[in-house]
């Protein structure tokens, strides 16, 4: 117990240390996760868009012809 | 030229990242792992700053990233305005916010170190100031390319001020030789060779490299969603022509 509150105190520099790293955490995994979300909505989309180009060869120009 | 040109086709290019990114990313946890291990567990408190010392082993790197992006900015600009290279755009764009964020984490991590050292949070001098100015080109370059309904004045616009920002890197690097400063010296990149002990410069080293392998990680998932982007606004036109 002793040796992991030794560890955290860091020569009572703790404080600052922990502060430090935890930020450099938070950015790091804030850029990472941002960018995952990112190519996640745009595969999405882009999906949606490949699925609608795809219906609307399978059925031919009949369905344009009706649109208002 | 040629090879350049190679990786100029996004279909190569997206071919190789989805080959490459699964051996970038486990090289990342990997050093990220064994360079965190050695900040906290094999390397000594300093004679002189104690335990606050291993607040180092994330500031430099951070730093050492805040110029490093950067300067592929400034290149990738380079090659965007004389040879028009279709992916330079992107990769400045895809840089911009990680460069912002470690040049934050430096000047955060620093502000964490400077506390306890100097026992002051900020001080203007020279190295302090030409960071924080680098930390302000990075945001105005965001800003630029967001500015213009086409892209391609943003893209242009924001090579441009990367281009002449760079005068700030050199200024950066010098800074602390050129200006009398509370700041240390270089200590790892100096013409004589390391003044650091090998039981603080492996960790350094190794989590430089492990924020590298980062950066590349990240750049090459941004790249990737945004030529996906650039998909999305051709399907988009055509969607709006189609309804005219």
Same mark, same amino acid.
């Given at each position: 117990m002793e040796q992991i509150t030794n560890f955290l105190s860091m020569g009572n520099y703790g404080a600052y240390i922990w502060t430090a790293y935890l930020l450099t955490a938070a950015v790091m995994s804030g850029l990472l996760v941002t960018t995952l979300q990112r190519l996640r909505k745009n595969k999405a989309e882009l999906e949606e868009f490949q699925t609608i180009q795809n219906s609307t060869k399978q059925s031919g120009h009949k369905e344009e012809a009706t649109r208002p | 030229m040629s090879v350049f040109h190679r990786f100029a086709n996004p279909n190569r290019f997206l071919k190789l990242t989805n080959q490459v990114l699964p051996w970038v990313s486990g090289l990342t946890v990997l050093s990220l792992a064994a360079g965190l291990y050695m900040s906290f567990f094999t390397s000594p408190p300093d004679y002189q700053q104690g335990e606050s010392v291993r607040i180092m082993y994330i %500031?430099? +790197? *951070? &730093?050492? /990233? &805040? /110029? !490093?992006?950067?300067? *592929?900015?400034?290149?990738? $600009?380079?090659?965007s305005l004389i040879w028009r290279h279709p992916l330079a755009d992107l990769a400045a764009k895809a840089s911009a916010p990680i460069g912002a964020g470690f040049t934050f984490l430096a000047l955060a991590t620093g502000s964490l170190w400077g506390k306890p050292m100097w026992g002051a949070w900020w001080v203007w001098d020279a190295r302090l100031t030409s960071v924080l100015i680098l930390f302000f080109l990075y945001l105005g370059h965001m800003a630029l390319m967001h500015a213009f309904e086409e892209q391609e004045r943003g893209n242009k616009a924001a090579a441009v001020l990367a281009i002449v920002g760079f005068v700030n890197i @050199?200024?950066?690097? !010098? $800074?602390?030789?050129?200006?009398?400063?509370? %700041?240390? +010296? &270089? $200590?790892?990149?100096?013409?004589?060779? @390391? $003044?650091?002990? +090998? *039981?603080?410069?492996w960790p350094l080293l190794i989590m430089g490299v492990a924020f590298k392998l980062f950066y590349i990680v990240v750049l090459l998932i941004r790249i990737k969603s945004e030529l996906i982007e650039a998909k999305l606004r051709k399907y988009r036109r055509a969607v709006v022509d189609k309804a005219h």
């Open positions: - | %500031h430099v +790197p *951070s &730093a050492w /990233m &805040a /110029m !490093f992006v950067y300067t *592929s900015i400034a290149i990738a $600009s380079v090659c @050199p200024i950066i690097k !010098f $800074s602390v030789d050129w200006w009398n400063t509370l %700041h240390q +010296p &270089a $200590s790892v990149m100096r013409a004589d060779g @390391p $003044s650091i002990d +090998p *039981s603080m410069l």
